[in-house]
């Protein structure tokens, strides 16, 4: 089992910045891939970025890609470090943890990962 619990939401003006993390608890393995899904009201989830924890290898979607930076530390943490970020992009941000990616091109399908956060909310006012 792996608990995953998000933290660095908040409200910001457009063109401001946020730095979202995900602290990965329990029986992880070196497998892991994390990815950050947003949900915004009346929307399906739809996939942001992705990162292999033990190689590094990342993946964006287009719609931020150049803005959104994922980066992963020694220890248990994922960082979705965001810029530039827009009234479009207020939602509620997930991460999730896959120890069956085995490709960072699947990473942006919601079937390939077993563990979810609670979410923590963005808002971006304009």
């Known amino acids: 089992q792996v608990q995953l619990v998000e933290s660095g939401g908040g409200l910001v003006q457009a063109g401001g910045s946020l730095r979202l993390s995900c602290e990965a608890e329990?029986?992880?393995?070196?497998?892991?891939?994390i990815g950050w899904f947003r949900q915004a009201p009346g929307k399906e989830r739809e996939f942001v970025a992705a990162?292999?924890?033990?190689?590094?290898?990342t993946l964006y979607a287009d719609s931020v890609k150049g803005r959104f930076t994922i980066s992963r530390d020694n220890a248990k943490n994922t960082y979705l470090q965001m810029n530039s970020l827009k009234p479009e992009d207020t939602a509620v941000y997930y991460c999730?943890?896959?120890?069956?990616?085995?490709?960072?091109?699947?990473?942006?399908?919601?079937?390939?990962?077993?563990?979810w956060g609670q979410g923590t909310q963005v808002t971006v006012s304009s």
């Open positions: 999730a943890a896959s120890e069956r990616v085995s490709l960072i091109s699947w990473a942006a399908s919601r079937g390939w990962y077993d563990y």
């Open positions: 329990g029986q992880t393995s070196s497998r892991l891939t």
């Open positions: 990162i292999n924890r033990r190689i590094g290898s």
